[in-house]
């Protein structure tokens, strides 16, 4: 079955940010556009449910093993219970289990780019924009993130994009890009953002207001914010 035509809005909202981009690029400005990574440039259902799948090996929890994409809750242990998990020691164990792995380079291997994502940031680029890839990975996990940009067909010319990951694991996500806010307004008129946490689209509402900032409609952690009345809900990045 082929997937859905991408919504009107969804699509219109898109093709603005590129004239914009093109607009500025005629006035001689550099345009920069941010994107965050995980559940916004790339579904990271592959990579829970392989770890899934390896702890009911590991386990005999076989009920974790039919775990399908659509049943993936943000927090593994949410997925679990909803699987019918309910031990606590296990639920702890597979939390350790699950912890020691989603952050390693093997496994970001399994990430799929959301529909028309690598495109999107290709034709930005193309039309003039720096593509800046802000990501609450830290620097540990360069080497797979990178692995995965270009085998993905993202742009990674270093004239053309830049990967910018926090510096230590256990800074908050949100202090971190609010710190490195600073790195990407230098580089440009920062006429977009994406972001699949509602508390860090309003972050960058505030900091650019005159940038296009989306909100992916994938998942999030839960935390009762509400997002800017203007940010642009999107799935994915399909405009046809």
């Given amino acids: ?28 400005l550099r345009s920069v556009v941010v994107f965050d990574l995980d559940d916004t440039l790339f579904s990271t259902a592959r990579r829970h449910l392989r770890i899934l799948r390896e702890y009911a090996g590991h386990r005999g929890v076989e009920a974790l093993a039919r775990v399908e994409a659509r049943q993936l809750r943000y927090a593994i242990v949410d997925t679990a219970r909803a699987a019918g998990l309910e031990d606590a020691e296990l639920l702890k164990d597979l939390r350790g289990f699950w912890f020691s792995r989603f952050f390693q380079n093997e496994y970001l291997a399994e990430d799929e780019p959301l529909p028309g994502a690598a495109e999107y940031c290709k034709e930005l680029a193309r039309r003039g924009a720096r593509v800046v890839y802000m990501t609450g990975r830290d620097e540990s996990m360069r080497a797979g993130t990178e692995a995965a940009l270009a085998r993905h067909g ?3 010319e270093r004239a053309l994009s830049e990967l910018i990951l926090k510096p230590r694991f256990d800074t908050p996500d949100l202090e971190f ?35 296009h900032v989306f909100l992916l409609e994938t ?21 046809r």
Avoid at 219 to 238: L, T, Y
């Fill in 1 to 28: 079955m082929s997937a859905p035509a991408a919504h009107p809005a969804q699509a219109e909202a898109l093709d603005r940010l590129v004239d914009d981009v093109e607009a500025l690029e005629r006035r001689g």
């Fill in 177 to 211: 890009k609010r710190e490195a806010i600073g790195v990407v307004a230098a580089q440009g008129e920062v006429a977009g953002a994406f972001e699949n946490e509602p508390l860090h689209v309003n972050m960058f509402r505030d900091a650019f207001p005159q940038a």
């Fill in 154 to 156: 993202f742009p990674t």
């Fill in 219 to 239: 998942k999030h952690s839960g935390k009762p914010v509400e997002p800017h009345p203007s940010a642009k809900r999107i799935r994915d990045f399909r405009r």
